[in-house]
């Protein structure tokens, strides 16, 4: 059965950072692209990030470029999302999914002073 | 970042037929195709139909997608309350090198 289950959200002050974390399991890791999509409350689903099999090819939406980071360790089955420079439109719960064919049930961020 | 274009809401009545749509352009949809989604509040979303139109095993035939030109469809026959959700189309975007998501449609069920 495929897992996904993330990780490291919570409450931040804008301009902080956090480093959510994906554990993936019940399937060969190294084998999917691997996506980052995210839920403001309320609202619809944005796609955020993702990246191809082997970690060589990232691809990230125009509101986070430059400030957010995708990354995989295949070795640790394990998905990152590196979230610097936070703004309060970034606040939402933060899903990852492999190949959009199976779901992690989200980590939240909330972007507040 | 242009997204796709789906209505807000849609109405059906009990066993009906619902047909959702969603609009995009040459870049995305038109050669990309389009994925789609289920997502009941409070849940993640559920996977109906890949890029190809492919429909995963676990999902009911009562779900088909299918594409003509730009416009990407989801098809749902004999509505039944547990199809009372939110559904999202998804392509990728070749200009954009991004995906790009549809802002959602609510389907209520009569």
């Known amino acids: 059965e495929v897992q996904l289950v993330e990780s490291g959200g919570g409450l931040v002050q804008p301009g902080g950072s956090l480093r959510l974390s994906c554990a993936a399991s019940?399937?060969?890791?190294?084998?999917?692209?691997m996506h980052w999509v995210r839920q403001a409350p309320g609202k619809g689903l944005e796609w955020v990030a993702c990246i191809t099999q082997d970690g060589s090819a990232k691809y990230y939406v125009a509101s986070v470029k430059g400030r957010f980071t995708i990354s995989r360790d295949n070795t640790k089955n394990s998905l990152y999302l590196q979230t610097n420079s936070l703004r309060a439109d970034d606040a939402a719960v933060y899903y990852c999914?492999?190949?959009?064919?199976?779901w992690g049930q989200g980590t939240p961020v909330t972007v507040s002073s | 970042q242009a997204g796709l274009t789906q209505p807000p809401s849609v109405s059906k009545g009990l066993r009906q037929t619902a047909t959702l749509t969603c609009t995009g352009n040459s870049n995305n949809v038109g050669n990309q195709g389009a994925a789609w989604l289920q997502q009941h509040q409070g849940h993640p979303p559920k996977l109906l139909s890949s890029r190809n139109n492919n429909r995963p095993s676990e999902i009911s035939e009562r779900f088909s997608a299918s594409r003509s030109g730009n416009t990407a469809s989801l098809t749902i026959t004999g509505l039944q309350p547990e199809d009372e959700a939110d559904y999202y189309c998804a392509s990728w975007d070749s200009s954009l090198s991004a995906w790009v998501f549809g802002g959602g449609t609510k389907l209520t069920v009569l």
């Open positions: 999914a492999k190949d959009f064919d199976s």
């Open positions: 019940g399937f060969t890791f190294g084998d999917y692209e």
